[in-house]
């Protein structure tokens, strides 16, 4: 009879905890909803602030970015400014120190062409019908190549070029061609988007006295 007593009790025992399990959810089930009821918890004051330093920061290279660009764009201006004043001083002393006597008319009307101010004035006078005839005559003519050309200074519509040029010419008076270097000093003006000739200055020139570019660039100068 003991063991018959003992074992309904145990099974008593067993229903009962049988019906507690039964009404007590499971672990993950209360993991589950406690998930769910649990509010997003709040950035912190330094999660907060991280982030201000990453907008700030950003906002900087964003800045420094727009500011370089614009140091750049000006850099390239100057640039490009520089290189055009350079290409019309080359063409100009190119021409300058390159004709023939049967093409004098031509050349200088190349020459008063790319002049402005002061220069346009000096040239009109000096390539005139007289000194044109007297090349001629003398059947001067005269070769240059720019050996160096430097832009010293440009802005504001104002350029200032140096060059070396070499110089080969001869004429009638001469017994073989002769060679000269010219150092010369360009002042150019922004005519209407086109680099024109202002003045001109013979630092060194040739060392005959006769009728040739040389002589023509130093009166101009």
């Known amino acids: 009879m003991v063991g018959a007593v003992e074992s309904d009790e145990q099974v008593e025992e067993a229903e009962q905890r049988h019906r507690s399990r039964a009404g ?92 402005t101010g002061p220069f346009a004035k000096q040239a009109n006078q000096f390539f005139n019908s007289s000194i044109r005839q007297q090349l001629e005559n003398a059947l001067a003519s005269s070769r240059g190549q720019v050996r160096s050309l430097y832009v010293q200074s440009v802005g504001g519509g104002q350029a200032t070029v140096y060059a070396v040029i070499d110089q080969l010419y001869v004429n009638r008076t001469l017994s073989a061609p002769q060679s000269d270097v010219l150092r010369v000093v360009v002042q150019l003006t922004d005519a209407s988007g086109s680099w024109k000739v202002s003045d001109v200055t013979v630092l060194e020139g040739p060392s005959l006295a006769s009728p040739s570019p040389s002589g023509a660039k130093t009166s101009a100068g």
């Open 24 to 115: 007590r959810p499971a672990r993950g089930a209360r993991e589950r909803a406690d998930g769910e009821r649990r509010p997003a918890p709040e950035p912190s004051r330094r999660g907060r602030l991280g982030v201000s330093i990453l907008a700030l920061v950003a906002a900087l290279g964003i800045a420094g970015t727009i500011t370089f660009q614009r140091e750049w764009s000006s850099l390239h201006g100057q640039q490009v400014t520089a290189a055009q004043a350079r290409q019309a001083a080359s063409t100009f002393l190119t021409d300058l120190t390159n004709f023939d006597a049967k093409s004098v008319d031509a050349d200088f009307a190349r020459l008063t062409a790319m002049s």
